[in-house]
């Protein structure tokens, strides 16, 4: 994938001086050793500055894991270790930070080898808070060499979201269409996440499409759509459109990234567009998207933004999806219901026009757009990629603001069932447990608009620690709880 970050952890131990330093010595080198016989050692470096006991040794360190090019940090508690300098150090890094601290090794060295990490993370917990330094602290964060190692490597996919959205710039076409308030939001908690916006008007890219006629790269992008769609390329006649749009999009970004190294769009692709451009961009937007470019439909800023985290965390294609219809009684009685414990609640059909990768769909084909063919020639809307969706683990997310300026994610796990949709568009059957609920409870009452974020695999975990990592307070952190566990909104007499 490309458009996504690379993550390199600085290992940095301490220890509180009343505490024989070698301690953290030898628990750092076995942590690193641990880490390289189970991981890619690339992944991560271990600061050679003997031990952190002093502000001065977290100059040192800090200097030295900088000069190394991480852009993440494990502070390891090694022992009790220093509250002050290890907060310190978490405070002037410039990026994402983890808290892990070292379980005791045996009962026969509980004299001079006792640590008292179990301990130092109380401490260090508090000091956090002090300093208002945000940190990721594993569930439960003590642990061998073996159990940190693996700490670590659960922590890289949240850290390379972190480090992603603090040089991700959202490039996006116009203002939402009309009758679409849906998906508005105040763009004030981007810039506080730390993320760039450049908003647009279509007329510019309109602009740079028509300057992309005649492009001489254009026969090579439609040769390699050619091979991708296979048997399903039934509108040859639009590729080269496609191609000009697709390179216009790609310029776009290059010229206007600026000092940012990642970007996400979130464009235009009606009412207007159909007749200017004379296509819709939905296959475009899937093709862009399945290489780590996210590209939003309906100008839904928030939806890119939530792809762009599921691309980093997963480092795989993404797809943003209607949280559609229901499935019709008679699918779920002869297609899942003898097959999978799931109700019928539990089900619904996840939709979009065609803004799903080829790689995520279990065949596709290039067709017209059906729904904005009803009102306009059907000719000016072909171009979208329609087919089922893959089967198999999916997580539905989308980190959002609210209209008054606060933020609010939600979280879900599920799969897409292998049971025929014998509908149009991007478009497949999901599952996922208590969905009933989740979706009146946490959706409806969350106010969150019908876009959903999805990432084939199940990163749920992942995605949670990145909401918390970003500041989205527990309250307003929604998941699909389990049956039992009532919503605060929630009729308890049912």
């Not at 050793?33 to 800090?62: F, N, T, W």
Request: charged share 20%; with cysteine; hydrophobic share 40%.
């Amino acid at each position: 994938m490309i458009n996504i970050p690379s993550v390199k952890a600085g290992i940095a131990a301490v220890s509180r001086d009343c505490f024989p330093a070698s301690l953290s010595v030898d628990r750092r080198k076995a942590l690193v050793r641990a880490y390289e016989e189970k991981y890619e050692a690339g992944d991560i470096y271990e600061c050679p500055i003997c031990i952190i006991e002093s502000e001065i040794h977290m100059v040192q360190a800090l200097e030295d894991v900088k000069k190394a090019g991480c852009n993440a940090l494990v502070v390891y508690l090694g022992n009790f270790g220093p509250e002050i300098s290890e907060t310190l150090l978490a405070k002037h890094f410039d990026g994402p930070v983890m808290f892990v601290a070292a379980a005791e090794e045996s009962g026969d060295s509980l004299i001079q080898g006792r640590g008292d990490a179990y301990c130092g993370m109380l401490n260090a917990s508090y000091n956090l808070k002090l300093r208002n330094v945000r940190a990721y602290i594993p569930e439960y964060p003590v642990g061998t060499a073996e159990e940190c190692a693996d700490m670590i490597h659960e922590f890289l996919p949240i850290a390379r979201a972190v480090v992603g959205l603090s040089s991700l710039k959202i490039i996006s076409f116009g203002p939402r269409p009309l009758n679409f308030l849906a998906c508005n939001a105040p763009i004030k908690q981007l810039y506080n996440l730390g993320v760039e916006i450049e908003e647009n008007s279509e007329l510019d890219l309109f602009e740079a499409f028509n300057k992309h006629a005649e492009d001489p790269r254009i026969p090579d992008v439609v040769k390699d759509m050619e091979e991708e769609l296979g048997e399903g390329n039934q509108k040859p006649q639009i590729l080269s459109k496609l191609a000009q749009y697709e390179l216009t999009l790609l310029d776009w970004v290059e010229e206007h990234k600026g000092y940012r190294k990642y970007a996400a769009i979130a464009g235009k692709c009606w009412p207007a567009f159909q007749t200017q451009f004379g296509f819709v961009p939905c296959y475009v937007n899937s093709r862009l998207t399945g290489r780590g470019i996210p590209v939003s439909c309906e100008v839904d800023i928030y939806g890119a933004l939530s792809e762009f985290i599921g691309t980093c965390v997963s480092q795989d294609a993404v797809t943003l999806l209607d949280i559609n219809n229901t499935v019709p009684a008679d699918i779920y009685r002869e297609e899942i219901q003898p097959k999978y414990n799931y109700t019928h609640k539990d089900t619904f059909m996840g939709f979009h026009c065609g803004n799903t990768s080829s790689k995520k769909l279990s065949f596709c084909a290039m067709k017209h757009q059906l729904i904005m063919a009803r009102s306009l020639p059907e000719e000016v809307t072909q171009g979208t990629l329609e087919g089922d969706i893959a089967p198999g683990d999916i997580t539905f997310f989308r980190l959002q603001s609210t209209a008054d300026c606060k933020l609010r994610a939600y979280v879900a796990q599920g799969e897409v069932l292998p049971a025929a949709t014998r509908s149009f568009g991007a478009i497949g059957i999901f599952a996922i447990p208590e969905m009933g609920r989740f979706y009146r409870h946490v959706l409806i009452e969350g106010n969150y608009p019908h876009h959903g974020a999805v990432a084939f695999g199940h990163y749920g975990r992942e995605l949670f620690e990145v909401f918390k990592y970003l500041g989205v307070e527990p309250d307003a952190l929604g998941f699909n709880q389990p049956r039992g566990m009532l919503y605060k909104t929630e009729n308890p007499f049912g």
